[in-house]
């Protein structure tokens, strides 16, 4: 628990992945072959196989936030989104800056919750007057939300869990890989919440025979939810589609046949809304076959996610397992 | 076999985005004694090969796209009735009292239930049916269904092709499994050509979900020239701008920013000198086809468009115009032959 | 500082997709500065061969504008807008034909013969036509076909201190690269002046993938929206000097060529502001994810009124913005990011 504890602790909203990719780093380092930082930063993490086959596993290091964008001459910040951020599920949150300083997220008070809009927030760092403020906070520093880290039996819930989960599942099976056929290329993309791009350059950099993406998925089990088949606690769940792609029929069928075989516990994914960062792998260059597996979370996008960690060990015995053994 | 046999056979199989690779068999039988080569790319898109005299120097990459919209299953109830949501596009309002195919571990038929009148209120009847609300039935009960069928497995309306009146023919799939069929034409009327370019007749993948899978294919083959083959509406009943084609009267050319001004003007020249019935429509932005992810792919390809007007868009019960199909084949074959060894399209 | 070059950029009738007219003028321009190269989708691109870093400078050639739809039978023209245009400016201006200068008017109804419902509404873009002075579709088919490009009419205007014209979004940036091109640079520097930015950045990414740049900025014409009410809702501030974009819709700029430009700023003591609100896209997008992609920023010049007929700068804007590009690029000659 203490990585993962670290992994969301760490600050990296999109564009400023730096302090999460230093720790990913440090771990993964003594299981892979080839570790480097592309211009963008990503991190491409290679341990190389037996055949020439190349397989591009990933997972996004950056994490939704805010970024300062005027201040008021009474010292309220206001601010725009990094990635979509609901304005319902970070009112009264509080946010943190990379030098420490922290402020509530408030509304106008004439406003309505009902029609509440970005615009309509500001965040309080409890500074008297535009000076003060200017000498806490810049206009352009970028924020992500402060969450608690709590384990209560087997769910864990923090913030950030979209996408450090993946990010920790990624070294986990890094750290379990022994054998496998093909050459593995263990991806941390940055930039996935704003505009895929990590992904794009990446893929094409790596020209991947087969992808499977590692990202968190919604549930369909709270009161009176959107019918969806995932459930927490159900295992691993196998991607069919999302907004922005379909996983290709032969891996998923792998994906299948690999959890049968090795009785992973796991179920079906379907997401309406929503993408990953598999819309830009499987249509790179001339295609990629690309699948995901996805975690079960609850409160996507809010300063405190879930996830049982049940979910996440089927995740990571399949990620391996599929690791191991794929080669076309 | 001809391309109205193979536009019939193409709108009966059963492919949505994804499983474009269903096709390849119907599509390297007909192609086959029409090119020279026959490869797969990544993802399931389909690419025959005509060689032509520049010997891979000059290549024109023609493309329609293979997949249909659908839906997929979502849930299996207690009773065993299926729930489900679509793939791409589809109206739900098509949906009640439709006959479908869910492709399981096997094929299995089912149908959306439709409450009968008798038990509707007029007020029910005002309104549409949500895909939330409907389910599949197989008549099978629950432990019968989880044997064949999983969420995820994808189902197609059962439909088979079949003449109207005159030319017209119905089916489902024709977006844009007819624009397959124009290839198929055009590569049957370049059996009697001489052409300095080398043809690549492309059945791209995933163009309904707005994945832009034509941009793998694209990037492939690396043409000089990008032509998309796609539909338009032919609703002609409707009062409505928008709808640019009418079936029967010629091939809608396209004309704006996403289309390559010098060649669209050639393209245009060559219908007109060969008396082949056709009408410009223009795009100010996104054409929404395969012409737009083709245009930009590499270090940039001058793309062409054309449609096949056609009726009923998006539904099980699409209405073309066979002649427009023939009619399409002749203008890319004629425009083909008419590329030469030397030409400038430069801007 | 002479703008004559600035009065001919933006005099070119150049929409997105028709690029022509101004590539033409700013070739005249800059051939004798390096090598060209104009690609399939129109872009013109300038090559300073040099050793070192490949570094792109980007602009936009195209403007917002207008496409022939549809001829009616009594000869008014339909037309769709290219580019994001807002219907509701184009209510009784005037347009003029690229192909062949002509002019038409876009016109309205008089409000004496509105009712009361339609005089508080807008007039939705599909009932606007344009008026060439022709009375049948046959006459009006002289002189205009389906797919023909118009832009606004609009004259340049010297006000002293500050300029209005049409398309000053992205002209402005035109005429900053082709004064940066004057000069040699201790790197291999390509000026890109792209097309069919404003239909979705189309050139840009085709032209970063050919030149495979190392660094890339991006020079704009930027939106001000600062005669909004509330001071916290403008983007930019005309006057306050050259604009650092932070994040758009299309990418965010990279943490330390981000650092370099703002130090760069400060320690010359160059007036700069930051590009606030994350509204917009510009070409920086495409180009950053270009191949396995590239460090990228934008800086623009603040200008009022983008999209519409009457856009302003204000020259000090635009000398500052020059300065602080030219020190920049001093500095990456120098590797100092």
């Given at each position: ?14 564009g400023?992945e730096?302090?999460?990719a230093?720790?990913i780093i440090?771990?993964i380092?003594?299981?892979v072959d080839e570790i480097k930082r592309d211009r963008l930063g990503n991190i491409i993490a290679l341990k190389k196989g037996?055949?020439s086959k190349k397989i591009m596993t990933s997972a996004h290091m950056d ?104 990010c920790?599942?990624l070294?986990?099976?890094a ?7 093909s050459d593995v290329y263990f991806t941390f993309t940055v930039q996935e919440?704003?505009y895929t791009s990590g992904a794009a350059t990446s893929a094409f950099a790596i020209e991947p025979d087969m992808a499977v993406v590692i ?61 990953t960062d598999g819309s830009e792998i499987h249509v790179s260059k001339t295609g990629v076959l690309t ?32 690791l ?5 | ?41 990544n ?172 941009s793998t294919?694209?990037y492939k083959?690396n ?74 792919q590499r270090e ?48 | ?52 870093k490949r570094?792109m ?148 990414g085709v032209?970063a993938y050919r030149i495979k740049p190392d660094v890339a ?34 990418s965010?700029?990279s ?30 997008g495409r180009i950053s994810r270009a191949r396995e992609g590239c460090l990228t ?41």
């Amino acid at each position: 628990m203490e990585l993962l504890n670290k992994l969301t602790a760490a600050f990296g909203p999109s564009g400023y992945e730096d302090e999460v990719a230093d720790i990913i780093i440090d771990e993964i380092k003594p299981y892979v072959d080839e570790i480097k930082r592309d211009r963008l930063g990503n991190i491409i993490a290679l341990k190389k196989g037996k055949t020439s086959k190349k397989i591009m596993t990933s997972a996004h290091m950056d994490q939704i936030g805010v970024m300062v964008s005027y201040i008021e001459k009474e010292g309220y910040l206001r601010f725009t989104n990094v990635g979509w951020v609901d304005p319902h599920a970070i009112l009264y949150h509080i946010v943190r800056f990379k030098n420490g300083v922290t402020g509530i997220v408030s509304k106008e008070d004439k406003k309505e919750i009902k029609d509440l809009k970005l615009k309509d927030l500001y965040i309080d760092i409890g500074a008297c007057s535009k000076e003060e403020a200017e000498s806490k906070v810049r206009i352009g520093d970028f924020a992500v939300f402060k969450s608690f880290f709590k384990l209560v039996g087997d769910r864990v819930y923090s913030g950030a869990l979209d996408d450090r989960i993946g990010c920790y599942i990624l070294i986990e099976a890094a750290k379990r890989l022994k054998d496998n056929k093909s050459d593995v290329y263990f991806t941390f993309t940055v930039q996935e919440e704003t505009y895929t791009s990590g992904a794009a350059t990446s893929a094409f950099a790596i020209e991947p025979d087969m992808a499977v993406v590692i990202d968190v998925t919604d549930t369909g089990d709270t009161p009176n939810c959107n019918a969806m088949a995932v459930k927490m606690g159900d295992g691993a769940a196998i991607k069919v589609k999302d907004g922005g792609m379909i996983c290709h029929p032969f891996i998923k069928k792998f994906l299948e046949e690999t959890a049968e075989k090795y009785g992973i516990k796991h179920q079906y994914e379907i997401l309406v809304g929503g993408a990953t960062d598999g819309s830009e792998i499987h249509v790179s260059k001339t295609g990629v076959l690309t699948g995901a597996i996805s975690i079960p979370s609850r409160y996507v996008h809010t300063p405190e996610e879930l996830v049982d960690m049940k979910d996440v060990e089927a995740v990571i015995s399949l990620l391996t397992k599929t690791l191991e053994e794929w080669e076309k | 076999m001809d391309g109205k046999e193979l536009l019939f056979k193409l709108s009966n199989l059963n492919a949505v985005s994804g499983s474009e690779y269903l096709l390849k068999n119907t599509l390297s039988d007909a192609f086959k004694d029409y090119v020279d080569d026959i490869d797969e790319g990544n993802l399931g898109d389909f690419i025959a090969h005509k060689k032509g005299s520049s010997d891979g120097k000059f290549k024109i990459m023609i493309a329609a796209h293979a997949d249909e919209v659908g839906l997929l299953v979502t849930g299996i109830d207690e009773r065993g009735f299926i729930h489900f949501n679509e793939v791409a596009g589809i109206d739900p309002k098509t949906l009640p009292a439709q006959e479908v195919i869910i492709h399981g571990k096997k094929d299995v038929y089912g149908v959306i239930g439709a409450k009968p009148p008798h038990v509707l209120s007029s007020d029910d009847m005002k309104k549409a049916v949500k895909i939330e609300d409907m389910v599949i039935d197989t008549g099978l009960d629950k432990d019968e269904v989880l044997k064949l069928i999983t969420i995820g497995d994808f189902i197609t309306i059962k439909r088979e092709a079949k003449n109207l009146l005159g030319n017209f023919m119905t089916g489902k799939a024709l977006d844009d499994r007819s624009g397959i069929a124009i290839l198929y034409e055009c590569a049957r009327e370049l059996q009697k050509m001489n052409h300095y370019a080398d043809v690549y007749f492309v059945s791209s993948v995933m163009e309904e979900t707005g994945c832009g899978g034509v941009s793998t294919s694209t990037y492939k083959i690396n043409p000089q020239i990008g032509i998309a083959v796609d539909v338009t509406f032919g609703d002609t009943y409707l009062d409505d701008d928008d709808v640019d084609g009418d079936c029967g009267k010629g091939i809608p050319i396209y004309v704006g920013p996403n289309l390559h001004p010098k060649l669209t003007e050639k393209l245009i020249e060559v219908a007109k000198e060969n008396n082949i019935p056709h009408s410009i429509s223009v795009s100010p932005g996104a054409t929404g086809t395969d012409a737009w992810e083709m245009q930009i792919q590499r270090e940039g390809v001058p793309t062409l468009l054309i449609s096949l007007p056609l009726k009923y868009m998006h539904t099980s019960t699409e209405v073309i115009d066979y002649r427009d199909v023939k009619t399409a084949g002749k203008l890319l074959a004629q425009f083909i032959s008419e590329i030469k060894d030397g030409d400038s399209y430069e801007l | 500082m002479n703008y004559d070059v600035l009065k001919e950029y933006t005099d070119a009738l150049s929409p997105s997709g028709c690029e022509g007219n101004i590539r033409d003028v700013i070739k005249s321009k800059v051939q004798n500065f390096g090598d060209i190269v104009v690609d399939s989708m129109g872009n013109l691109m300038v090559h300073k061969k040099g050793s070192g870093k490949r570094v792109m400078i980007a602009a936009h050639m195209d403007e917002v504008g207008f496409i022939v739809t549809s001829i009616c039978k009594d000869g008014r023209i339909k037309f769709g807008t290219v580019g994001g245009i807002d219907p509701r400016i184009l209510v009784s201006k005037r347009v003029v034909f690229v192909k062949n200068n002509l002019l038409g008017v876009i016109g309205v109804k008089p409000i004496h013969l509105q009712d009361r419902e339609e005089r508080g509404k807008p007039i939705p873009k599909k009932d606007l036509f344009i008026d060439i002075g022709a009375t049948s579709k046959e006459e009006a088919e002289k002189y205009v076909k389906l797919g023909d490009f118009a832009a606004f009419e609009s004259e340049y205007i010297d006000l002293g201190e500050t300029i209005k014209a049409k398309a000053l979004d992205d002209r402005i940036g035109c005429f900053l690269l082709t004064k940066l091109l004057k000069d040699d640079y201790d790197f291999d520097l390509y000026g890109a002046f792209t097309a069919q930015e404003e239909v979705g950045s189309r050139g840009a990414g085709v032209a970063a993938y050919r030149i495979k740049p190392d660094v890339a900025i991006a020079i704009e014409g930027t939106t001000c929206a600062d005669i909004a009410k509330d001071e916290k809702d403008f983007v930019t501030t005309l006057g306050d000097g050259p604009a650092i974009s932070l994040m758009d819709r299309t990418s965010s700029a990279s943490g330390k060529l981000l650092k370099m430009i703002i130090n760069t700023a400060e320690e010359n003591k160059i007036p700069y502001q930051f590009r606030r609100g994350i509204v917009g896209g510009n070409d920086a997008g495409r180009i950053s994810r270009a191949r396995e992609g590239c460090l990228t920023c934008t800086i623009s010049v603040p200008t009022r009124y983008i999209h519409s007929p009457i856009s302003m700068i204000k020259k000090k804007d635009f000398e500052n913005t020059l300065k602080l590009i030219k020190l920049v690029l001093k500095n990456i000659e120098k590797g100092e990011f």
